[in-house]
């Protein structure tokens, strides 16, 4: 049985769900692979091919080149392999990013790493997964004695053509695997040793673990927790779940009225148990009641790249495309305005549509505000003359959300705070399910590659409109759910 570093670093998350995966793959839940996972995959290319240009008398091997194959490459004596694989007598396999012969004849490895710094949560346990690497190629007879990431600077702007030392820096991380290389050791061994068992699982450890880390096969083992559960509960606490778990109770609504919990948890606890909204009007009305008219409900739609596309930009950075903005007077007028740009350039042009429309006037609604400040700060660093009316947006900025996150309370919200959790409930006769972009994902994608590929693009002006009425909608959605609070 093969057992890669993605592998150990999900089972080091959930044993159960490899096991599930390694020895009834038919009946493991994949999730659908999404044009946005394709991107990423690309972006990881991208990133390794700027990599290899560190390396210019790197050797490329085969894709998927097999580890007899890779030991005849290293026998030729080269300093630079790009892609050996290496495996051991149990199974372990690995396929080394970069790797460099010393002058003792022993190796150093480059691992490719996408993000702008060393991740060690335990989904994306960088640290670890090339500890496994070395352990691959220890187990197969070669001696490592240096182990590095490269990652994208978080610091590096882009300007004129991609330097690839500047885009990227090289982190040595040799120490931090020694510190856990015996540990990792033992782990696999286990791991090992677990995908072997010929078991009965119809628990995984994900059950006592918040609804962020839950793995992919959680409903797949755990069939019994439905709609409801105490996972939903805001912020609730590892210690928390295993208590109620203790208890015996899965529903939220069987939660013991003398258990100790926050003061957003009791009221959703209230809202299960009566299946009604719980909010404070009173709260609800004076908050809202602060807010200057005009209102201008805005959304912001981004784009990404790990590898900056234009100068300006960092790796990762949001490269604002859209706008939609839905304008309430205080006689009740509603106007809207929208803006998409049709090729990738900075967002001056955005900025300046948005000023000639709102002004320096009323409050600026949006939904999870942080984001849209967030941007509002980025376009103020690319155009500092801008960053009066930019500014003025982020002083008078008001968060929908928080509403919901404070004050009002719906089971029907599943623990969630987000508007595509809201609207369905307060105005179910608006949809996002009846558009072709449903998402601010699916947005950043179609929108790149309208602008990358449009080659790839038979009718670009019906993926622009569907763009178009997507963001459209995530402020009209704010509209109606702010008229529905002002007539409580």
């Not at 999730?31 to 990133?47: C, D, H, I, Y």
């Not at 352990?135 to 600077?153: D, P, Q, R």
């Not at 609800?284 to 005009?294: A, C, D, Y």
Request: charged share 25%; with cysteine.
């Amino acid at each position: 049985m093969q057992l890669t570093k993605t592998n150990f670093i999900q089972y080091l998350s959930c044993p159960e769900s490899l096991w599930l995966l390694k020895n009834k793959e038919n009946e493991y839940p994949f999730g659908e692979f999404s044009l946005f996972q394709e991107k990423l995959r690309n972006e990881g290319f991208e990133v390794e091919h700027y990599a290899q240009l560190l390396f210019p008398d790197g050797l490329r091997l085969d894709e998927y080149i097999a580890p007899t194959a890779t030991k005849k490459e290293l026998d030729k004596g080269l300093k630079f392999y790009f892609q050996p694989s290496f495996e051991t007598s149990r199974g372990g396999y690995a396929v080394i990013d970069i790797l460099e012969r010393s002058d003792n004849n022993t190796w150093h490895i480059y691992e490719i790493k996408s993000s702008t710094s060393i991740k060690t949560d335990s989904k994306h346990n960088q640290i670890k997964d090339a500890c496994f690497q070395k352990y691959v190629m220890t187990e197969a007879g070669y001696t490592v004695s240096k182990v590095s990431i490269i990652n994208l600077n978080k610091g590096y702007i882009k300007n004129g053509d991609i330097n690839p030392s500047e885009l990227l820096e090289i982190v040595d991380i040799t120490n931090e695997v020694n510190q856990i290389y015996s540990e990792t050791v033992n782990e696999i061994n286990t791991a090992f040793n677990f995908l072997k068992k010929d078991i009965s699982i119809d628990r995984c450890s994900c059950i006592e673990k918040t609804r962020s880390n839950h793995c992919d096969a959680f409903n797949y083992f755990n069939s019994e927790i439905d709609e409801h559960n105490i996972y939903e509960l805001n912020r609730i606490s590892v210690k928390k779940i295993k208590e109620l778990r203790e208890l015996g109770v899965s529903k939220i609504k069987d939660i013991p009225d003398n258990y100790n919990l926050t003061a957003k948890q009791q009221l959703q606890l209230v809202s299960n148990q009566k299946e009604e909204a719980v909010y404070d009007l009173k709260e609800i009305k004076n908050t809202l009641s602060e807010l200057k008219f005009p209102l201008h409900f805005i959304d912001y739609e981004t784009f990404p790249t790990a590898v900056p596309k234009i100068d300006g930009l960092s790796p990762h950075e949001q490269l604002t495309f859209q706008v939609s903005i839905h304008t309430l007077l205080s006689d009740g007028t509603l106007k809207h305005y929208e803006y998409l740009s049709d090729s990738l350039e900075l967002p001056k042009k955005l900025i300046e549509y948005m000023e000639s429309i709102t002004g320096l006037t009323g409050t600026f609604v949006s939904w999870h505000a942080s984001f849209e400040k967030g941007r509002n700060d980025d376009m103020m660093r690319l155009f500092p003359e801008h960053k009066p009316y930019l500014d003025f947006m982020n002083t008078n900025m008001f968060d929908l959300e928080t509403i919901f996150t404070q004050y009002y309370v719906d089971y029907r919200f599943l623990g969630k705070t987000s508007i595509k959790n809201v609207l369905p409930v307060l105005v179910p006769e608006l949809s996002y399910k009846v558009l072709n972009v449903q998402n601010g994902t699916e947005a950043l994608d179609t929108w790149g590659r309208l602008v990358l590929e449009p080659e790839k693009i038979e009718d670009k002006e019906s993926v622009r409109k569907d763009l178009l009425e997507y963001c459209k909608l995530d402020t009209l959605a704010m509209v109606k759910i702010y008229e529905k609070l002002i007539a409580l």
